[in-house]
């Protein structure tokens, strides 16, 4: 046997052409390759200096190619990397290491929509790696089989499992899908991780291992379905089994086996943007759990291979890791592909996806034949039964077993294990001693059943109208199909008696959810009571004719789209269109355009924003919807809604709107927003509670701290923002302002008193004559603030404390003290800002930029019902409304005085102009300003609050104080 074959991971990377989504938003281009670099520029940042890396394959796939007559994309110049020749450097090596009995894996990496699927499994002409590989295998079976002696035997099998939350399925065993908690992964002494009772099915063709993936599409199809599970946020592990037998030089029997692993990685965009900062559950979703632990294994091997002392590879910390252990760290010849997008709008995850690769590729392997005598195989594991036999009749033999310093569970736990060893070599020692054709006969029967299932299934579709499945993936769209033949079909879940055609299970499907009945080929559907159907977005109250491609969802989940064979006929028109089918993404959009969004509003001039918010809104909606149906199934007491935030409302000036998630306790009211990581992190949370909950665990519930569901009262939330201009403080003009708190709605939540003073170093009032008349004298020399935040009034009646945050230019952050026990807090807040030397970009900010000030509060814990959305007047008492009212009326008198006083002095200008005066005499210019207690530098000021609102009121059209809020 040849020694082990150290070598490192072999990295390609390769970037596709823009999708149709990228060229809506006119997208450019920021990859660059050449040889065996790639370059990436930031867009953000596009004179920086590109970030370069070098793998074993770099390959552009972006342009420089035509679609020939079948489809097959052929390279135009000579730097297109086409499916051939990915194949030629990566796919073949696959072929020959198998033939030479090692052991394989191809990963395939990369943000979902990056085309790894393309590169792995191909397009129609435009095959991938694996029915490339796999024919030529099967090509290469029966060139051997023909001059093979009696004796020589070729041997494939198929298997496919998929990881979960943490949970391991058969995905050609749909029963698995049944075992609580998944299926259990064990360690064997030699051969390392494995799935206890995995099924394998013999093969003898490229089809019939294509059959089997299907199925198992088909099957994590239904499964993802009814699982309220998200199809992105799942691994899927092809593997594919060679075993040569035959006689060696000396006559002895030898078996040589390779297993081929094609490991099809979740969403990798999904890893640095799911964890939600600072929220309590961040590390409680075991969703997050495998890739963040494939990236630390990844690291830790890297390191390993760089010479680091010390370090130990965390194998163990997800199923998904151990499963691989052999690809990345021990058994193997391992290649990575990482795919990824050339667009600007995907900068994060592309450049994520290659520092990721640029890890991989340091990793070492040590590969070996895998080659032993049949009749040593055999022995060995007669052998280990043995040893396994003793050890359970140790530990067993009916009585309880004790063993010093291990607790019973753990020892029961350890019997199991043993159990299960024995049972699957057992199960390996019986597929020795079958012959091939035996475990092909088995098999075939059943592949033929289900191929002339599929067939006719092929051949109904072509004449009867039927549902087929829209999913996230599009994999895994169109491989469910349900029928609605002539007659009446019913659709419900399995509690309906008797059980309905069409059996849907999941989220707020009902026992008797709809009824579709087909007479002379008009099929009409009608709702049941209580069941959510939506026809093309509108939701259904009545029956209503289906007609092709009318999409329809059942529940808040199952979204299909009807197919009409005889509608399609009559009308030339669709079938013109049938080349365009209904897309998940299209689907939605259409739900979110009914739904009332701005955002999906009809024309094409959005613009790469409009389509980023969009596409946000596509991704949470259903979300949304699933996590109101599970909080009512599950009797939580909550409702989720989707909050569209402006920049304003975050202070910005420019920006892109967000998508957030508010969530709101139906029993007072109380409300907490959620940035659309921390929503995902606990929605995932909230899927694992509910499956438990549908599996009938008695644990389902969890304590409050631990429940997605919750949030503690005094969690502190935005209350709203107030924006104070700063232009007066360039003129050494103070600003005294009672100004409107606005939340991202843009309602007004209360009133906050700010004043903000130029000061001495001390913090001693200036001289009234020390104002400029141009802000530029100030340059070069120091200018101080007094900021005082002096009270809040009317904050909304959920609020029990307040505080108020805020920073100034580039000071760190600075916040009032929290004032507990009312919603009129009074702050009595002060501090001293300064900038020891004014630059023009100091200047700048006070002219241009405004101070934002957000009022933080939290809620009352109770259940009496306080509405928040409520005035701030409402609910205050008599001498408080008195107060209020007073102190604003005072403020508004006063700019109402001032702005008396300016356009007194402009109609004096304007005289003087018309009289070709050059100097207006000092005595009227005093007149104006003569009045009580008026100052002459507050003249300023008033001019500069007049030019503020004029400013807000082109800003957004309206003013609703004087306080010039904007959100």
């Known amino acids: 046997m040849p020694p082990p074959s150290s070598e490192n991971v072999k990295v390609a990377v390769r970037v596709r052409p823009f999708n149709d989504r990228e060229k809506n938003m006119n997208a450019s281009c920021i990859i660059k390759m050449s040889g065996n670099s790639t370059e990436i520029t930031n867009p953000n940042n596009p004179n920086d200096t590109p970030k370069r890396f070098t793998y074993d394959k770099s390959y552009w796939s972006h342009d420089g190619f035509t679609e020939q007559a079948d489809g097959y994309l052929e390279p135009t110049e000579d730097h297109y990397a086409d499916q051939k020749k990915v194949f030629g450097d990566l796919g073949q090596m696959v072929l020959d290491n198998a033939w030479q009995g090692y052991n394989c894996c191809l990963f395939a990496y990369g943000q979902t929509g990056s085309g790894k699927s393309y590169s792995i499994v191909g397009y129609r002409s435009n095959k991938g790696i694996v029915p490339v590989a796999c024919e030529g295998l099967f090509h290469g079976i029966e060139g051997k089989r023909k001059t093979a002696s009696q004796d020589q035997e070729f041997q494939v099998f198929v298997s496919m499992l998929e990881i979960y939350n943490e949970q391991v399925r058969d995905l050609l065993n749909p029963s698995s899908f049944k075992v609580k908690g998944g299926l259990k992964v064990r360690e064997h002494p030699q051969k390392g991780f494995y799935v206890e009772t995995q099924a394998k099915f013999p093969v003898q063709s490229y089809p019939d291992i294509n059959s089997k993936i299907n199925e198992g599409t088909r099957n994590r199809t239904i499964a993802s379905t009814n699982m309220n599970a998200t199809s992105s946020r799942a691994h899927t592990i092809v593997s594919i089994e060679f075993v040569q037998k035959g006689k060696n030089e000396r006559g002895q029997m030898m078996t040589k086996t390779s297993i081929i692993n094609l490991v099809d990685l979740a969403g990798s965009e999904r890893v640095d943007s799911t964890g939600a900062t600072g929220d309590r559950l961040k590390e409680g979703a075991a969703i997050n759990l495998s890739l963040s632990s494939l990236g630390n294994v990844i690291k830790a091997l890297a390191d390993m291979s760089s010479g680091k002392k010390g370090v130990r590879v965390p194998y163990r910390d997800s199923k998904l890791t151990m499963l691989l252990k052999n690809a990345l760290g021990g058994n193997s010849k391992t290649i990575m592909i990482a795919a990824i997008s050339p667009a600007d709008v995907n900068y994060e995850e592309t450049l994520s996806t290659l520092r990721y690769a640029d890890r991989a590729k340091a990793i070492k392997t040590k590969a070996v034949v895998n080659e032993s005598p049949t009749e040593k195989l055999i022995r060995e594991l007669k052998e280990e039964n043995a040893r396994l036999q003793a050890e359970l009749q140790k530990g067993g033999g009916g009585q309880a077993a004790v063993i010093q310093g291990i607790a019973e569970e753990e020892v029961e736990e350890m019997k199991r294990e ?130 092709h491609n009318d999409r329809i969802m059942f529940g808040s989940r199952h979204l299909y789209v009807f197919h009409h064979p005889q509608d399609l006929a009559k009308n030339p028109a669709k079938a013109k269109l049938e080349a365009e089918k209904p897309t998940y993404d299209s689907a939605q959009q259409e739900i979110a355009a009914n739904s009332g969004f701005a955002a999906f509003g009809k024309g094409t001039d959005k613009s790469k924003d409009d389509l980023l918010l969009q596409e946000a809104l596509i991704e949470l909606m259903p979300m949304v919807s699933e996590a109101n149906a599970m909080s009512e199934e599950l009797r939580k007491r909550v409702r989720f809604e989707i909050a569209l935030i402006s920049p304003q409302s975050r202070g910005l000036k420019h920006g892109r709107t967000e998508v957030a998630v508010l969530m709101r306790n139906v029993d007072n009211d109380n409300e907490f927003l959620w940035n659309r990581n921390k929503f995902l992190n606990r929605k995932y949370l909230m899927q694992e509670m509910y499956q438990n909950f549908v599996d009938g665990d008695k644990d389902w519930d969890k304590e409050k701290d631990k429940d997605p569901f919750w949030e503690p009262p005094d969690t502190e939330v935005l209350i709203g923002c107030v924006h104070v201009y700063l232009q007066s403080l360039a003129y050494l003009i103070e600003i005294e302002e009672l100004l409107g708190v606005t939340d991202y709605r843009g309602m007004e939540q209360g009133l906050v008193k700010i004043d903000i003073f130029p000061c001495a170093d001390d913090g001693s009032e200036l001289q009234d004559e020390d104002f400029v008349d141009d802000p530029k004298e100030l340059l070069g020399k120091s200018a101080t603030f007094k900021i005082s935040i002096s009270n809040a009034r009317g904050l909304p009646s959920r609020i029990c404390k307040s505080q108020c945050k805020y920073k100034f230019y580039l000071d760190r952050g600075h916040s009032t ?105 000092i005595s009227e210019i005093e007149d104006v300003l003569s009045g009580r207690g008026f100052e002459p530098h507050r003249f300023r000021a008033a001019a500069r609050v007049i030019a503020m609102t004029e400013r807000a009121k082109n800003y957004q059209g309206q003013v609703t104080s004087k306080a010039c809020s904007i959100q």
Not at 524 to 540: D, Q, R, S, T, W
Not at 878 to 897: I, S
């Open 418 to 547: 043993l159990e299960g060893r024995l049972q699957q070599n057992q199960a390996e020692m019986d597929q020795m001693k079958q012959s091939w054709e035996q475990r092909l006969k088995e098999v075939q029967t059943s592949q033929q059943e289900e191929l002339e299932k599929e067939r006719k299934k092929r051949e109904e579709m072509k004449v009867i109208p039927h549902f087929w499945n829209l999913n996230e993936d599009p994999a895994l769209t169109g491989m469910v199909v349900h029928f609605a033949p002539p007659g009446v079909t019913r659709v419900g879940n399995n509690k309906a008696d008797p059980q309905p055609e069409i059996l849907l299970s999941g989220l707020t499907i009902q026992p008797e959810h709809a009824v579709v009945t087909n007479r002379k080929g008009q099929i009409v559907v009608k709702p049941c009571p209580n069941a959510k159907v939506l026809i093309n977005g509108n939701e259904l109250t009545d029956r209503v004719e289906l007609h």
């Open 817 to 921: 003290q929290e004032i507990s026990g009312t919603r009129n807090p009074d702050f009595n807040h002060t501090e001293i800002v300064s900038c020891k030397m004014v630059t023009q970009q100091f200047l700048d900010y006070l002219e241009n930029e405004a101070l934002v000030i957000e009022i933080w509060g939290r809620q009352k814990d109770g259940n009496s019902k306080n509405r928040s959305s409520a005035a701030p007047g409402d609910s205050l008492s008599e001498q408080e409304k008195y107060e209020l009212q007073v102190e604003l009326n005072r403020e508004r008198k006063r700019v109402a005085r001032l702005e008396a006083k300016m356009a007194k002095l402009h109609d004096l200008i304007t005289t003087a102009k018309e009289d070709d005066e050059e100097v207006i005499k």
